[in-house]
């Protein structure tokens, strides 16, 4: 069954600096992956999603993540931690055309000034 | 165009209850998928509706259904409400075509408190 895996429960950044989030995912088969957001008491919102027409995919506010088939991974970054970044991050994948996303277990994104 | 709507926010139960969960996708999606969020679980994909019919089901007990209906809006059902049934729970929506790499929309999700 397909599994993804974020390493660490809790990211901490300085303000400016780069957020790195990894997300790694267990199938022979690539599966589709995306990467949502979650501020408190919110739903989530979509940052970017890789359907195999681009290895390096861009996303909104200023996110983007690379996927690598050798290594199975799909890590998300930005080049400059903003304040507003501060949020759980979720890694998923999705391979059965049912609309069965597959959740990592969430990042907590934490900025400091 | 409006996005996913959940109703209620909010909800406070008593074990053995039951409680009814209501969603409304996006304009024109036929897909509506829910989602069970705790803090010991993460995520966790509970089913999916297509035109009225459940395509998807997750490994979750009977006490938990759902039904969509013509407009494409969606209800989940909880019966004989449990502690550990205390959760956020979200619904996405989607096109519904059946391609993997389809987007799904998140609403702001149910928290359900059972007491």
């Known amino acids: 069954a397909q599994s993804v895996t974020q390493l660490g429960s809790h990211v901490s950044v300085s303000e400016g600096a780069l957020v790195l989030l990894r997300c790694n995912y267990s199938s022979s088969v690539p599966p589709y992956l995306f990467w949502y957001v979650q501020y408190p008491n919110q739903g989530l919102q979509l940052l970017l999603k890789?359907?195999?027409?681009?290895?390096l995919v861009k996303g909104i506010n200023g996110f983007e993540a690379e996927f690598k088939k050798s290594e199975t991974s799909f890590h998300l970054t930005k080049p400059s931690a903003h304040m507003s970044d501060a949020a759980e991050y979720f890694c998923a994948a999705e391979n059965t055309g049912f609309q069965k996303l597959v959740f990592g277990t969430g990042t907590r994104l934490l900025v400091s000034p | 165009k409006a996005g996913v709507t959940q109703t209620p926010r909010y909800l406070i139960k008593t074990r053995g209850q039951q409680v009814t969960l209501s969603c409304s996708p996006i304009?024109?999606?036929?897909?509506v998928s829910w989602y069970q969020q705790t803090p010991g679980q993460g995520l966790q994909f509970l089913f999916e509706?297509?035109?009225?019919?459940?395509?998807n089901k997750g490994n979750f007990p009977g006490r938990f259904s759902g039904r969509q209906f013509s407009n494409s809006r969606s209800e989940m059902n909880v019966s004989t409400l449990e502690l550990g049934d205390s959760a956020l729970y979200l619904c996405a929506s989607s096109l519904g075509t059946g391609r993997v790499q389809e987007t799904q929309y998140f609403g702001p999700g149910t928290r359900l408190l059972v007491l």
């Open positions: 890789y359907t195999s027409a681009a290895t």
């Open positions: 509706y297509f035109s009225e019919t459940q395509r």
């Open positions: 304009s024109g999606h036929r897909s």
